[in-house]
């Protein structure tokens, strides 16, 4: 999402959808479009704009992964999508709002990665180009060149699926979750050659989300161990452990003004307070 | 007798007669001037011989003359008050003892409120002022050597302690701020300490000289209870005057040896509270205990063994006195106290304080004697110290159990020392760390230094210092890590809570629980289950319902395999929502167990508790709204109470579109009203319970040794009767209690007396008061005699409380029924 626009939606499991998840918001002249991605293979957009709810459009998907999709925002009324494709290791770019598929991204054919797990579409101020991220059922996490379709720097971050991974353009760092009991920090040199900086041990296995909050001083985690982790994004610092939620914590989220939200499978949403941006 | 009148008399006689009969005011004031010379210390003084007759012979008719005068115009004779001045003269001037006499007796005689009355009260304040009071006495303390007057010094005596009531009696609202106790008796210390100074003089001088009547003086104000005015002052002069000078000291013994007997607990009991060490109280007493055998009797038995109201300081400086000198140090009477503390009938008849009061001291003793000196006896007080520690482990209450403990472990290591020691496990609290800084010796015991702060406060400051200084570290973080960016300010927060995670194997159902509790070898599953038991029993009643007995059986006999942190508290939560969930038929079958055989007492209390904590959560208000909320979100809750709120928001969204409000303040819900849920099962939780205890097992007998479960036993009832407000059972419930209480009455047991005393309360609060009256009369008659003798007679504080508040329900009860009876 680019700066200014609204802060992210969380992805909370509606009573009629089970492991439905929202991917953001676009911030619009007149309404805010959340889209909203549902197990029924559609992908709907919401008109939430003073106090409506109702689904504007819809999107057909090819695939039920676990994937969440990536939305980029390239102007007023253009956006762009990333969702799984309809192959069980592609992923397809739409062109919003005109539902124009740009291109799918297939691996090579002796890469083998599994499925996507998790997408991160982003763009540096200087080129037009949009560059995505993805992280992969075998670990691994890959930089796709969206314009030239091909597979810039892939790197083997993980032993289990990566599940969710987050990247701070400006100092050309990402950070990744998976399955297994540590987080990988990678960075992204001038080559766009991705390369481990280092993991970071957990207490309990299994990060659902990461998200690094927008002023890029701290980073949340969301855990299957029901906490929530913040670390200091430079240092990775262990800072705190939220322990609220009684089940799977799904997905974080931080607002533009720092608060941070969290969302469990244990039908709660925890908004939290912490290190406050001065 | 002397049959010609002296000069002296005849001009007495003729003064007196002109005193009496002029109306002049200069003839009367030439002819005071002329009494005056006999008093010395004007220009022109009479003969030393005739001075000293006209003091003992003469003085006091003069001044009871001049007493007579005294009205406003006889002072009025003479401008500016000239001869009221000469007047005052004469009392302040004059010998001190005979002008006090004549003054009291002058005060008691005159009547009411009068301007002679106030004259003569402010002419005695005047004299107390003047510091004539130490002359009175020093008069009577340079007399001894001559011929005293008995009479006189008794009347002496009478009048200078009891000035305070005798000016109180007379002037009654009129009285003058000098005479009040609190300011007189402080004073009377003052002139005391002059006396003895007059006396320390006079012997450095070569003259005798007794201070027996200001012991006398001492003496009784302490017999009055003025002990704190009186030696607050007189003691820490002494303390500083005995420093250092022998003749002070031998001054100041003579001083307490001379109290008289019957005053000697009185000045003990007050110089030993007052002196601040036993230094101090060493120098002021010096081997009095062994020249007195009042004063023996007072500090070896009277204030060990007979009284506890002192504290742990006095206990210290009275002990250090005697362990200080090694003429009196077998006057430490170990053995004596560790006889006493051993009594089984002493720890079950004396209170608790005094239990303490008497381990304070075998504690403060044991720190004084040398271990050459315990040897000599250690047998006995190894078998004493067996007896009371045998008896105070086998209390119910805790407070007395600690006791025993500590003193064990103390006494054990002193008594003992080449064994293995001793070692409780105990709460700590302030008593036991207080007793336990008592079995230390105390450095200060042989400094020669000035009393100095007393030890309490520099014990207290220490631990304060070192809380300060491990503080600091705490509130400042520790430096980030070679970082120096200023975005580093992020402290991290306290993560101590972050453990793994054993979420894999938490079973879901309640059945699966049962079976990993039952079968489980896998302990971080049988952990799991016991963690997640009741959250599944409150969200799936009806699964729980189906094996409800099966699950109390099953926890009832857990026991503890691998340490599980919370242990108890987890599995009687359990046992508690289990009996919450199927109420008859737990209940029923909790307290079948109770009176079953191969129980652990362990277990019995649990099931005590659990059903007290159980009928507790039945009879709260409003719990279905509590647990319907909570359980609403629930996977496993039945459709009807989420439809439940939904249909309720719906109605009360609809109120506040159609309402207008013209202030917003909080709305607040009043609690709704919901059925006593205890009502309908009351019963099984309480009349299994009451039925049994007096059949005896052969592993269980309530009453005999295992008096704790009966205590507990009769607590719980209570509690069970107290939550049975309001249930239609309530009435046979308290007949069967007041039952119970009358049989167990007279038990031995405090604890056990408690909760039967607690249990009559709840009867009284329960049980409708018309009932009551109509069902229990005789009951309650029996009930109330036997309060009034507990809240009169019983050693324990606790329990002589509990029965003052049952008679006060009862009174109140009186007053709710008195406006029904018919006129």
Not at chain 2, 403 to 425: C, D, N, T, W, Y
Not at chain 2, 530 to 545: D, F, H, I, N, Y
Request: glycine fraction near 8%.
């Amino acid at each position: 999402m680019e700066e200014g626009s609204r802060p992210g939606l969380l992805g909370i499991p509606h009573p009629q959808m089970e492991r439905s998840s929202t991917l953001g918001c676009l911030g619009a002249q007149a309404a805010l479009v959340p889209v909203h991605q549902g197990r029924d293979l559609k992908l709907c957009l919401w008109d939430l704009a003073e106090g409506r709810n109702a689904v504007v459009d819809s999107v057909g998907l090819e695939s039920v992964g676990f994937c969440r999709g990536s939305i980029l925002a390239r102007g007023q009324q253009r956006w762009m999508l990333a969702v799984p494709g309809g192959g069980s290791d592609e992923i397809q770019i739409l062109e919003m709002p005109s539902k124009t598929s740009v291109c799918t991204l297939k691996p090579e054919a002796d890469a083998k990665p599994g499925m996507p797990m998790c997408l991160e579409l982003w763009q540096t101020d200087s080129s037009p180009r949009p560059c995505l991220l993805a992280g992969y059922e075998d670990g691994s996490v890959a930089l796709w060149d969206v314009s030239e379709r091909k597979v810039c720097s892939r790197i083997a971050c993980h032993t289990e699926p990566v599940m969710g991974l987050d990247f701070d353009s400006q100092k050309a760092r990402g950070v990744s979750g998976s399955a297994e009991k540590a987080l990988a920090v990678w960075s992204l040199d001038e080559q766009q050659a991705l390369q481990v900086r280092g993991k970071h041990e957990l207490t309990n296995p299994g990060i659902s989300d990461v998200k690094i909050r927008p002023d890029r001083k701290i980073l949340a985690t969301a855990g299957w161990d029901h906490r929530v982790r913040v670390f200091h994004w430079r240092t990775m610092k262990p800072l705190a452990v939220l322990a609220f939620h009684s089940a799977v914590v799904h997905c974080v989220a931080f607002a533009a003004d720092g608060l941070l939200a969290a969302g469990s499978r244990d039908h709660r949403i925890s908004i939290w307070s912490l290190y406050p941006r001065s | 007798m002397d049959p010609v009148p002296s000069s002296v008399r005849l001009t007495v006689r003729e003064a007196v007669h002109t005193l009496s009969s002029s109306e002049d005011g200069g003839c009367i004031f030439s002819t005071l001037g002329s009494l005056k010379r006999y008093l010395g210390g004007t220009e022109n003084p009479a003969l030393p011989g005739e001075q000293e007759e006209f003091a003992r012979v003469h003085f006091s008719a003069v001044l009871r003359c001049l007493v007579s005068k005294l009205n406003p115009d006889w002072l009025g004779l003479l401008p500016n008050g000239q001869l009221e001045e000469l007047w005052a003269s004469f009392f302040l001037e004059g010998p001190a003892d005979q002008a006090f006499l004549v003054l009291m007796e002058a005060l008691e005689d005159t009547p009411g409120p009068s301007f002679r009355l106030m004259k003569m009260a402010r002419l005695l304040a005047r004299f107390l002022k003047a510091g004539r009071m130490a002359a009175v006495m020093e008069g009577q303390c340079r007399q001894q050597a001559e011929l005293a007057f008995p009479l006189l010094q008794e009347a002496l005596l009478i009048k200078v302690v009891g000035l305070p009531d005798r000016l109180g009696n007379c002037l009654q609202h009129e009285n003058l701020a000098e005479f009040f106790p609190q300011n007189y008796f402080p004073l009377l210390g003052e002139e005391a300490v002059r006396v003895l100074q007059a006396v320390v003089d006079s012997l450095r001088g070569g003259l005798d000289c007794s201070v027996s009547f200001v012991s006398q003086v001492v003496g009784k104000a302490c017999v009055y209870g003025r002990q704190k005015e009186i030696l607050g002052v007189l003691v820490p002069r002494l303390t500083a005057l005995t420093q250092g000078s022998c003749l002070w000291q031998r001054v100041c013994w003579r001083l307490v040896e001379c109290v008289p007997d019957r005053a000697m607990e009185a000045v003990l009991t007050g110089l030993v509270e007052t002196a601040p060490g036993p230094q101090v109280l060493a120098r002021l007493l010096g081997n009095l205990v062994l020249k007195s055998k009042k004063a023996r009797f007072v500090m070896t038995q009277k204030l060990l063994f007979l009284q506890y109201r002192y504290t742990t300081p006095v206990l210290q400086s009275l002990l250090g006195y005697l362990a200080m000198d090694s003429q009196r140090r077998p006057l430490l009477a170990l053995k004596e106290l560790m006889e006493t503390w051993g009594s089984s009938s002493a720890i079950r008849h004396a209170p608790l304080a005094q239990q303490c009061y008497v381990s304070k001291a075998v504690l403060i003793c044991l720190a004084h004697l040398g271990d050459a000196e315990l040897q000599d006896s250690r047998d006995e007080l190894l078998a004493s110290l067996m007896a009371g520690v045998k008896c105070r482990l086998d209390s119910s209450l805790p407070a007395v159990r600690r006791l025993g403990m500590v003193v064990a472990e103390v006494a054990s290591a002193r008594i003992h020392p080449e064994g293995p020691p001793l070692k409780f496990q105990y709460e700590e609290d302030e008593l036991s760390c207080e007793m336990l800084a008592l079995a230390t010796p105390q450095p200060a015991a042989d400094s020669p230094s000035e009393a100095g702060p007393p030890v309490a406060p520099v014990a207290a400051e220490a631990p304060d210092k070192q809380t300060v200084e491990g503080g600091v570290p705490q509130v400042r973080p520790q430096g980030s890590d070679s970082e120096l960016d200023s975005d580093d300010e992020f402290v991290p927060y306290d993560m101590s809570g972050d453990q793994e995670l054993k979420s894999g194997k938490v079973p879901m159902y309640v059945r699966d629980c049962v079976e990993a509790l039952t079968t489980s070898e896998d302990w971080e599953r049988w952990e799991a289950a016991l963690r997640a038991l009741e959250g599944l029993v409150v969200r799936s009643p009806a699964a729980t319902r189906e094996v409800s007995v099966e699950l109390a059986q099953v926890l009832l006999h857990l026991e503890e395999k691998t340490s599980v942190a919370g242990f108890e508290g987890l599995r009687q939560r359990a046992l508690v929502a289990v009996t919450i969930t199927d109420p008859a038929r737990v209940a029923e079958y909790l307290t079948s167990q109770f009176y079953a055989i191969n129980y652990s007492l362990r277990q019995r209390m649990d099931i005590l508790d659990v059903l007290a904590l159980a009928a507790q959560e039945l009879s709260r208000p409003g719990r279905f709204r509590r647990t319907s909320q909570c359980g609403s979100p629930g996977p496993t809750c039945p459709p009807s109470c989420t439809v439940a709120p939904t249909w309720r928001a719906v109605v009360d969204e609809r109120i506040r579109r159609k309402t207008r409000r013209f202030s917003k303040g909080s709305s607040r819900q009043g609690p709704a009203g919901s059925p006593n849920e205890f009502n309908s099962v009351a019963g099984y939780f309480f009349f299994p319970l009451i039925q049994g205890f007096d059949r005896p097992l052969v592993t269980f007998d309530l009453l005999g040794d295992d008096q704790l479960v009966l205590g507990r036993l009769a607590h719980t009832l209570g509690a069970l009767m107290y939550l049975a407000v309001n249930t239609t059972v309530a009435v046979s419930m308290g007949k069967a209690l007041l039952e119970f209480v009358w049989a167990l009455r007279f038990h031995g047991d405090t604890y056990v007396r408690r909760g039967l005393l607690s249990a009559v309360s709840s009867v009284l609060l329960s049980v409708p008061a018309e009932r009551l009256l109509e069902d229990l009369p005789d009951e309650l008659l029996e009930a109330r005699s036997w309060l009034a003798d507990v809240a009169e007679k019983d050693p324990d504080e606790d329990c002589r409380m509990l029965a003052v508040k049952a008679l006060l329900l009862l009174e109140k009860l009186k007053d709710k029924l008195l406006p029904l009876s018919p006129p």
